[in-house]
């Protein structure tokens, strides 16, 4: 698996940006989604609005994190569930591990967790013996293809039907044409089975309801419906900052996400379930688990220039307008959380520069993330903040140091600026055919490699200035004795 | 009204004829025009790279260099936006600085911005006969709020066609320092709106920013697709 190997920077977008299936299926994909947002937003009226309330409710509930987890732990004993409080994933993933030892079991059916991509759950799982079954179309594919998700919604965005096809041949044992229902009942006949034998069931959690103790999630496929209703054990993993006040929160925050990830006024299934089981139920576990996840988030909320992103709600709307995630997809971030979000939580999360000091880098500063998310979230800001970040705790090169001496001396003296510029102008001929720039000393050369660069003028606007100046003014003259 | 010209670096060292076509304009439109000789960069090229210490000093001098004007106006979306959006917070510890940022912040604006919204004068009576499509640029739309006033400027242009750019809302790759320090990204960026500038079927590629205009037509023409990239101010300039 390539999580094994370490990670090149270079290597992953060289092979990323070769791969023109991945980019012709991440743009049809993201242009899709994109567009479906849209409309689903504007149907709201003013979008804006919404976009307002959902970012006052999830700062506070940020704000006040420690009173509402305090209210949702609470309820969650009360109506009989176990709560267990991760501080590190690993805390996370000996939580689960423990559970499945107590009941001795092998088989684990799971609905979509992005907690369970960032815990690592599934290979520590599987050592144990266990059997993993991702039940989420998408999760199932990649799954079986050893990637990891390529989008936090669209697990399987980069790969199309054909490769799929071929993905599940040779569980099937046998051919399979590729079109979506062959291989849509393909899986749903696999899982169907699965479901009914699967001892403990793991999903993901939307949002918790802090004052009930409800879970929210959503999906597309029921497959989290059956997650949450058949195992008699169930374990549900939630980032400690995912929580809403009570159902009147819920509603607006349901609006935004699936609108924001799908473009769907509601998703096909939204399950709220309180769960374990009580008398008179019809379904759902007997024995539930609330696994709570810190990881850092507690770092996050104490660090006041990054706190927004923990409103973050997972919609994946800043993949779908990001210029960059279009053409490498999500795999060459080499994170769990990749797109413009990715950026942000990643290094904050792992609270490590070293190793992911390459992803504030993945992005032009378009804004189009902070524009798309619906509860606003300054992205583009949080991005450059982290570079801000990596600048004063000395992670970046000398030389780009030195460089940006220079320029502040440079931009900061604008008469030696012009000094530097004639000389510059009278210099680049060397690096001039036809009139235009082609070529040059890094770290332009970075620039020429893919375009040509228009040569200075022989006169700046400072050398113009003076006498564009005499004659404007002798013009006003004019003008004034004209009238 | 004195209007003082924020010339921005790209344009003082690239292309001064922005800065002598906007002076034309507005004296001609009656207005004292001056330029404020200390000026030099509004500091975004460190910003964005995270170099703040470094921005601070450029921002001071650029707030410093308009303090008397009355009024300052960019041909650059990206510019501007920078001062408006990114200043308060630069200076947020620094009391002095911030009020003085917020008064240039108060007095600033881009060139097609100005000319529509505040001189209210968006027919200069050009003629100038092309077709060209507009490529909305990030800073000019995101930050600024700039998505009409350019096009209102054009529409006022005799003999000017406006052929639509698809997907003109991507980024084009340039990204000051990106495009340098990311140069993969930026091609494939780049790469894909040439595509589209090309698709549009116009002859002359037009926006407010010469960063991301020499960006996409730098590569269009090292790529042997010359479509030239025209600021919209050199667009009035050559019908003026």
């Known amino acids: ?483 | 009204m004195r209007i003082s010209i924020f010339i921005t670096c790209l344009g003082n060292m690239l292309y001064p004829d922005l800065g002598v076509t906007m002076a034309k304009i507005f004296s001609q439109l009656g207005h004292t025009v001056d330029y404020p000789d200390n000026q030099a960069c509004c500091g975004q090229i460190s910003f964005n790279s995270g170099y703040t210490e470094d921005t601070r000093a450029i921002a001071r001098n650029l707030i410093d260099a308009f303090e008397d004007s009355e009024v300052v106006v960019a041909p650059s979306g990206s510019c501007i936006g920078m001062i408006h959006h990114n200043y308060p917070s630069l200076f947020e510890n620094d009391p002095v600085y911030l009020k003085k940022a917020t008064d240039l912040i108060h007095k600033s604006y881009e060139f097609s911005q100005f000319l529509v919204n505040v001189l209210k004068q968006p027919d200069l009576g050009a003629r100038y006969k092309a077709k060209v499509t507009y490529h909305p640029s990030c800073h000019a739309t995101r930050l600024m709020g700039i998505r009409d006033e350019p096009l209102t400027l054009l529409e006022h242009i005799q003999g000017i066609e406006v052929v639509p750019l698809p997907e003109a809302q991507l980024c084009c790759g340039f990204g000051g320092t990106f495009a340098i320090k990311m140069p993969v990204i930026s091609e494939a960026m780049v790469q894909e709106k040439a595509q589209h500038v090309i698709d549009s079927g116009a002859d002359i590629l037009t926006g407010l920013d010469m960063g991301c205009l020499m960006n996409i037509s730098g590569y269009l023409e090292k790529h042997g697709h010359p479509v030239p990239a025209m600021h919209i101010i050199q667009l009035l300039g050559k019908g003026m």
């Open chain 1, 1 to 483: 698996m390539s999580e094994n190997k370490p990670y090149d920077m270079q290597e992953a977008l060289d092979k990323a940006l070769k791969d023109d299936f991945l980019r012709m299926a991440t743009r049809r994909a993201t242009d899709k989604l994109r567009h479906q947002k849209l409309d689903a937003a504007n149907q709201l009226g003013d979008w804006e609005e919404w976009r307002e309330a959902g970012e006052k409710i999830r700062n506070q509930v940020i704000l006040n994190l420690d009173y509402y987890l305090k209210q949702l732990i609470e309820n969650v004993e009360k109506n009989g569930g176990h709560v267990h409080l991760a501080k590190t994933p690993q805390d996370a993933v000996n939580a689960v591990q423990e559970i499945f030892q107590k009941h001795n079991a092998k088989t684990l059916i799971k609905s979509k967790s992005m907690i369970s991509e960032e815990i690592h759950l599934n290979p520590v799982l599987e050592k144990d013996g266990v059997e993993v079954i991702e039940t989420d179309l998408g999760e199932y594919i990649v799954q079986i293809a050893h990637e990891p998700p390529s989008h936090i919604i669209v697990p399987a965005m980069h790969k199309n039907r054909d490769q799929i096809a071929k993905l599940f041949e040779p569980i099937a044992g046998h051919s399979l044409t590729s079109d979506t229902p062959t291989l849509t009942k393909f899986a749903r006949g696999k899982m169907r089975k699965k479901f009914l034998n699967g001892e403990i069931g793991i999903s993901g959690c939307n949002f918790a309801v802090a004052d009930t103790g409800t879970i929210a999630m959503v999906t597309n496929e029921g497959n989290g419906r059956m997650v949450s209703t058949l195992p008699k054990v169930q374990i549900t993993l939630m980032g400690m900052e995912r929580i809403v006040p009570s159902f009147k929160e819920l509603g607006v925050m349901l609006n935004l996400l699936a609108r924001s990830a799908t473009g769907q006024r509601l998703s096909a299934y939204t399950t709220l379930y309180t769960p374990p089981r009580r008398e008179g139920d019809v379904d759902g576990p007997e024995e539930w688990h609330l696994v709570i996840l810190d990881h850092n988030r507690s770092e996050i909320l104490g660090d006041p220039d990054f706190r927004a992103s923990l409103r973050c709600i997972r919609c994946g709307s800043c993949f779908n307008v990001c210029p960059v995630y279009r053409q490498i997809g999500g795999h060459a971030y080499g994170s769990v959380y990749a797109g413009p979000i990715g950026i942000v939580i990643t290094p904050l999360l792992e609270q490590d520069y070293e190793k992911w000091g390459h992803l504030p880098y993945f992005s032009s500063i378009c804004g189009a993330c902070a524009e798309a998310c619906p509860v606003r979230i300054p992205l583009h800001d949080l991005i450059v903040k982290h570079r801000d970040r990596k600048v004063l705790t000395g992670q970046t090169s000398a030389i780009e140091h030195q460089a940006f001496r220079a320029y502040r001396y440079y931009f900061t003296h604008p008469k030696v600026l012009r000094h530097f510029v004639h000389w510059g102008a009278r210099m680049q001929f060397v690096f001039m055919r036809r009139g235009r720039i082609v070529m040059g000393p890094p770290p332009l050369a970075n620039w020429l490699k893919s375009r040509y660069l228009t040569p200075l003028p022989r006169q700046t606007f400072d050398d113009l200035w003076p006498m564009l100046e005499r004659r404007l003014k002798k013009i006003e003259l004019q003008r004034g004795e004209q009238k």
